[in-house]
T-cell receptor, first 113, second 113 residues
Framework: DAKTTQPNSMESNEEEPVHLPCNHS???????IHWYRQLPSQGPEYVIH???SNVNNRMASLAIAEDRKSSTLILHRATLRDAAVYYC??????????????FGTGTRLTVIP | AAGVIQSPRHLIKEKRETATLKCYPI?????VYWYQQGPGQDPQFLIS?????QSDKGSIPDRFSAQQFSDYHSELNMSSLELGDSALYFC??????WGYGYTFGSGTRLTVV
């Protein structure tokens, strides 16, 4: 699986938007971009995923660069509950079988009240 | 909504003992993944199962084994426990049909003393 690069840490003020970047310059045409987050002492939690087009859901938005070599997870209004480690993961799905998630070093987001 | 259930939540074992961790996936999910997360580390992929067959192996020690049963629950068996096995162990499940996120359990915290 292709590698991703994320900043080790970021800070945001509460109720402000947060843009979490991810570089994936070696992404292949079949790689999907997934984002997960892990709150303290909890299992990872699915946030959003996309292939080429920008995606929105109730948790966040995903902006994908036109060349797909980078993407940005956008939290529109950070809350204290959003403080977590955010992981950007690439997956090239198989037609059958497991599609394993490999976690790299994510971004630790601190939200300041 | 039903989530991924892991048991036990906490487990304390002595060195050289054995441990069995259990994972009950979300109903109708056909794929199970196991991860190990040491203190201050990112989750590391151990092993995955699709339709009760082993799909992939990651950094799983030879002392560990796992299987997925006919009811799709999975068990991770760990023998000759070492102090370094102390970690959080997460199970996740998903549909093999692409387009869905992965759901993680709350984890089992194993402490080897």
């Amino acid at each position: 699986d292709a590698k991703t690069t994320q900043p080790n840490s970021m800070e945001s003020n509460e109720e402000e938007p947060v843009h979490l970047p991810c570089n994936h310059s070696t992404i292949s045409g079949t790689d999907y971009i997934h984002w997960y987050r892990q709150l303290p002492s909890q299992g990872p939690e699915y946030v959003i995923h996309g292939l080429t087009s920008n995606v929105n859901n109730r948790m966040a938005s995903l902006a994908i660069a036109e060349d797909r070599k980078s993407s940005t997870l956008i939290l529109h209004r950070a809350t204290l509950r959003d403080a977590a480690v955010y992981y950007c993961i690439l997956i090239s799905p198989r037609r059958t079988g497991a599609n394993n998630l490999f976690f790299g070093t994510g971004t630790r987001l601190t939200v300041i009240p | 909504a039903a989530g991924v259930i892991q048991s036990p939540r906490h487990l304390i074992k002595e060195k050289r003992e054995t441990a069995t961790l259990k994972c009950y996936p979300i109903p109708r999910h056909d794929t199970v993944y196991w991860y190990q997360q040491g203190p201050g580390q990112d989750p590391q992929f151990l092993i995955s199962f699709y339709e009760k067959m082993q799909s992939d192996k990651g950094s799983i020690p030879d002392r560990f084994s796992a299987q997925q049963f006919s009811d799709y629950h999975s068990e991770l068996n760990m023998s000759s426990l070492e102090l370094g096995d102390s970690a959080l162990y997460f199970c996740a499940s998903s549909f093999s049909v692409w387009g869905y996120g992965y759901t993680f359990g709350s984890g089992t915290r194993l402490t080897v003393v």
